[in-house]
């Protein structure tokens, strides 16, 4: 399994756990904290303040997500980029494209002397 593969899951799986958090919350700053009790300062399962909670995990997985969309993409390059080109390891032979010439070219037709306001009828 390459390094890519490995940042590829974990961006799936941040991205999943980013729609659940953001899916939690009430637009209108109500959410999940509103749901025990109403109160944003109750202590519920042994969080206080949900609202911010949700708030910070947010912003976490979102700031997570960018950066392993960034180590994605060093790791994809570093994959990539290691093989190296004919041309930049300075091979000695070189390739010759053979040129192709037509046998025949057509001769040109010589225009004829025609009246432009000649008509056939």
């Known amino acids: 399994m390459s390094t890519f593969t490995i940042f590829l899951i974990l961006i799936i799986i941040v ?8 899916m939690v ?5 109500g959410g999940l904290s509103s749901s025990f009790g109403g109160g944003g300062n109750q202590v519920v399962g ?3 303040k949900t609202g911010d909670f949700l708030d910070k995990s947010t912003w976490t997985l979102a700031t997570l997500l960018i950066v392993l969309i ?3 993409n060093v790791s994809l390059k570093g994959s990539y980029g290691q ?4 041309l930049l390891q300075g091979d000695d032979t070189e390739t010759t ?5 037509p046998e025949e070219v057509p001769e040109q037709v010589p225009a004829t002397d025609v ?7």
Not at 97 to 101: D, F, H, N
């Open 15 to 22: 991205c999943l756990l980013l729609v659940l958090v953001i």
């Open 25 to 29: 919350q009430n637009p209108k700053g």
């Open 46 to 48: 042994g969080v206080k």
């Open 70 to 72: 960034l180590l994605s």
């Open 83 to 86: 093989a190296d080109s004919k």
């Open 97 to 101: 494209i053979p040129e192709t010439v």
């Open 115 to 121: 009246d432009p306001t000649d008509t056939l009828n």
